[in-house]
């Protein structure tokens, strides 16, 4: 552990170990929205999060940043928690910011007592016009001076849902000519006659997210409160409200910020990957197109290859781009350590070998892991008529073509090294069949000099007869641009790939017959699959996870 080098982050808290923090005062959290499912870029957070925790060895919270009944739902936090669990952390606390509803509220009615707050019953119109701007102080509003009775009436009467939903909000009464915008009255409340997935009726108002965040994470003793950068001039005002409610002997909690990951190719962001649902430019939240936790597990990714991933990257103070690639790179090296490996035809086209006899079939021993000798071996059947793919015979070739060609040799992985002799074509030209002949004394591992005989290349190949016919679902970039969302002239739903999806028939050996759920391969020599969920017993369906290389290797 002490090797790696500290991280910025956990130089802060190394800083505030030194300095006036005990290691039992150390806590942290993760605070999602339940307004969608979690994204590859949370995952970062949550590994930031929760990797602090095991580091210090320190309670991490979950907390839930449920303050916006418009777009949250319990579908949302179900899919958060489990896709926290998968990743393989443990939360100390399931936390609601609606928990602490009447808390705030409490708050803000001292806020109010103190001449911290005030009713405001203008339009939202003419509180932006007051603003002013960075250069120029805003206008006070009318109501800035009413009466704490007032006040406390209003306010009430809000909580209530006597007003007009938007007939009134509550606002800090900080500074309209704070350099710092945000700290020139900030909103605190607004009416929302809306059903809370919690509260249900119980509340007409809402708090805004600066009001609930930092007093939630005050509440929760939460020491170190990370979130990123653009919450950077929020910090002022969430010290502002933590010193409103403080008192001595309490903790207060420390924002700071960190950059937000970016992945390529993809967008991050709940509104916009809701957007695709809804749209149907991809079929769920879990669409192994989707740049989602739920969308990686589906497409075959596993939770190590996600923490690689996140770990990999770090943390930092600048917001970048990852390329895809990086993030495919992490999963092909941990299937790579744990998928067994198996015979899979996606391009078919026939091999006969005219010199095996017709009725004869022989099963031979495959290994199932070379990385991985615990894994054993398993038999495949081998047959007069097998399967190849297309690309690996071309009747003519130069020398660099390593793979069939009429008059050389190759070996057929784990079985004979066969010789192409001839082929049959369709009327359009096409081949049909290509035969060729064995050398029966050359099977794999037999130890004869036959089979020692060194060839150019190794095939896969199935047996026509015992083929396993399954679905396979073939992925591509959900979107043409790196940065789909980076032009703010265009939508970046104009850049959805057409073909992102590509649904094929495999045949594959029969040892996959019983495959479940998840289950994950290497379909040798070309890539990584698992089975997907609409799999079932009569009909086998395989997601691509990603392939053997960044591309097809020639
Ligand atoms: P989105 O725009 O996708 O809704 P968000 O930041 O609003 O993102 P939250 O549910 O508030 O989503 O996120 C929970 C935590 O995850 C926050 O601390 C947030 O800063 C962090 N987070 C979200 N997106 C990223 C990202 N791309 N990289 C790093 N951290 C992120
Ligand atoms: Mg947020
Ligand atoms: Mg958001």
Redesign the pocket.
């Known amino acids: 552990e002490g090797k790696k080098p500290l991280n910025f982050i956990e130089q802060i808290i190394e800083e505030d170990l030194q300095a006036n923090y005990t290691k039992d005062q150390l806590k942290f959290r993760?605070?999602?929205?339940p307004?969608?499912y979690l994204?590859i870029?949370?995952a970062?957070?949550i590994c930031l999060n929760f990797g602090l925790g095991e580091r210090y060895h320190a309670p991490v919270n979950l907390r839930f940043?449920d303050t916006n009944p418009m777009k949250e739902e319990q579908e949302y936090v179900d899919a958060i928690k489990n896709d926290i669990h998968w990743l393989g952390f443990k939360w100390a606390e399931e936390c609601y910011a609606s928990d602490y509803f009447q808390t705030l509220y409490d708050w803000a009615v001292a806020l109010i007592k103190n001449g911290d707050a005030y009713v405001d019953s203008q339009t939202s119109e003419e509180i932006a016009q007051q603003k002013g701007t960075p250069t120029q102080a805003g206008t006070e509003s009318p109501y800035r001076n009413r009466s704490v009775a007032e006040n406390l009436d209003l306010f009430e009467k809000m909580k209530n849902g006597e007003t007009a939903e938007k007939g009134h909000v509550l606002r800090a009464k900080i500074d309209m000519a704070a350099g710092n915008m945000l700290m020139r009255d900030p909103i605190m409340y607004r009416g929302l006659h809306r059903n809370h997935h919690r509260t249900g009726d119980s509340w007409k108002i809402y708090p805004m997210y600066d009001w609930a965040h930092g007093e939630s994470d005050f509440i929760e003793s939460v020491s170190h409160s990370f979130?990123?950068l653009e919450f950077l001039p929020h910090r002022e005002l969430y010290n502002w409200f933590i010193s409103k409610v403080s008192k001595p002997g309490k903790l207060e909690p420390k924002q700071r910020e960190f950059a937000?990951?970016?992945l390529s190719h993809t967008i991050?962001?709940?509104?916009k990957l809701l957007q695709l649902v809804e749209k149907g430019v991809v079929e769920s939240w879990d669409d192994p197109r989707m740049p989602t936790i739920s969308g990686l597990r589906r497409r075959g990714y596993t939770p190590e290859s996600i923490r690689k991933f996140a770990d990999s990257i770090g943390v930092g103070k600048r917001e970048n781009l990852i390329d895809v690639a990086h993030l495919e790179f992490c999963v092909r090296e941990d299937l790579n350590r744990v998928a067994p490996r198996v015979m899979g035809v996606l391009d078919p086209v026939k091999l006969v070998i005219t010199n095996y006899p017709e009725d004869k079939e022989e099963w031979l021993e495959a290994e199932n892991n070379p990385e991985d000798e615990s894994a054993g071996s398993r038999e495949v059947p081998f047959s007069r008529e097998l399967y190849i793919e297309k690309e690996d015979f071309k009747e003519e070739a130069n020398r660099k073509f390593f793979r069939l060609t009429l008059g050389k040799e190759v070996r057929l992985k784990n079985a004979y090294i066969i010789k192409g002799e001839s082929v049959v074509k369709n009327d359009q030209g096409e081949i049909i069949e290509i035969h060729c002949t064995y050398d029966p004394k050359s099977k794999s591992g037999s130890g004869s000099e036959e089979s020692m005989r060194k060839v150019k290349g190794t095939l896969h190949w199935v047996s026509v007869k015992h083929a396993l016919k399954v679905e396979i679902r073939l992925y591509d970039r959900l979107f043409t641009e790196e940065v789909p969302d980076g032009d703010k002239e265009k939508d970046y739903l104009e850049f959805v790939n057409p073909d992102s999806l590509q649904v094929i028939t495999g045949y594959l050996e029969p040892s996959l017959k019983n495959a479940s759920v998840m289950d994950k391969f290497q379909f040798q020599r070309i890539g990584y699959f698992c089975v997907d969920k609409d799999s079932s017993k009569e009909k086998l369906i395989f997601n691509k996870t990603v392939g053997l290389r960044d591309s097809w290797a020639k």
């Open positions: 993760f605070p999602p929205e307004n969608g994204h870029g949370h970062s957070s940043d979130c990123t937000r990951r970016n991050v962001s709940k509104r």
